[in-house]
């Protein structure tokens, strides 16, 4: 059950687009949002504790906008409070998930520059591979996959009563989603097998199908058209084929930086720690 949304914010349109996406789903499921700013000092300058202190107050300003303009747009905001920490993106946001209790992180994909590698990029990247929660990269044009499609994509080593799937389930319930179960299959010696639809997903809209492909992403994307989707559910795991697409560019080109689609990235384990 989803409790408590993390949800990153370097005040730019995009990534408060993610703010707001999280604000409407923490509505629907009563749970609470922490709308969370990081920020960094520069290690060249003479003054520091002088320029952290400006960089902070100007980060509180920031966030008062942020939060007025929230308000204004009837939001939720009981649900809300805000952070400022100083951190790098990445290492702050887990730590700051493991500490306060995180169920979910909700993030935008582009940031203050409008560029996908500036704010999502390599931060990002490593905040979806340390986290510990799951981490739901928040689509530009449609933030929330109302009665839109899902696709699940697994291999053939996937155990899925391993994986915490609560996160993917509540989405597609909440927002009356069918889930498109989809095995990429590189290897054409053996026949794949169907996807086995885990009894917790009892009572949603689903399917199961499997593509023979070594083109993992391009198969993915060619199933989303076909089936009208907007979001993507991957499994990140130390051990599998997604293991090396998060660690390559290739992810962040063709797939994370797409901006019409959702992508939630689930762990094959899932705790909290102190």
């Not at 080593?157 to 990429?184: G, M």
């Not at 989707?229 to 130390?238: A, R």
Request: aromatic share 8%; hydrophobic share 40%; net charge negative.
């Amino acid at each position: 059950m989803i409790q408590h949304i993390i949800a990153p914010t370097d005040f730019s349109e995009n990534a408060n687009k993610a703010v707001r996406a999280a604000i409407n789903f923490a509505e629907d499921l009563d749970a609470s949002v922490t709308i969370l700013h990081t920020y960094t000092v520069p290690s060249s300058t003479g003054m520091l504790m002088s320029i952290e202190h400006m960089i902070y107050e100007e980060a509180q300003k920031e966030m008062t906008k942020l939060v007025n303009r929230l308000t204004n747009e009837n939001l939720n905001m009981r649900l809300v409070k805000t952070d400022i920490i100083r951190d790098q993106v990445d290492i702050g946001v887990c730590h700051y998930s493991r500490r306060h209790n995180g169920d979910l992180i909700m993030m935008g994909n582009k940031g203050q520059s409008n560029v996908a590698s500036v704010f999502f990029g390599s931060n990002a990247r490593n905040l979806v591979q340390a986290a510990k929660v799951p981490v739901w990269i928040v689509s530009e044009v449609n933030p929330l996959p109302e009665k839109k499609g899902i696709i699940f994509a697994v291999d053939h080593h996937e155990q899925l009563d391993r994986v915490r799937t609560f996160p993917l389930i509540e989405i597609a319930r909440n927002y009356q989603s069918p889930i498109h179960f989809l095995k990429v299959d590189t290897d054409d010696s053996v026949k794949a097998d169907l996807v086995e639809v885990p009894l917790s997903f009892k009572g949603l809209e689903t399917t199961s199908t499997v593509v023979e492909s070594e083109h993992i992403i391009q198969s993915i994307e060619q199933f989303a058209e076909e089936k009208d989707v907007d979001m993507i559910c991957l499994i990140y795991k130390k051990r599998n084929w997604w293991k090396s697409l998060f660690t390559d560019s290739i992810i962040d080109e063709n797939l994370f930086n797409k901006p019409h689609f959702n992508v939630l990235v689930l762990k094959e384990k899932f705790k909290r720690e102190s």
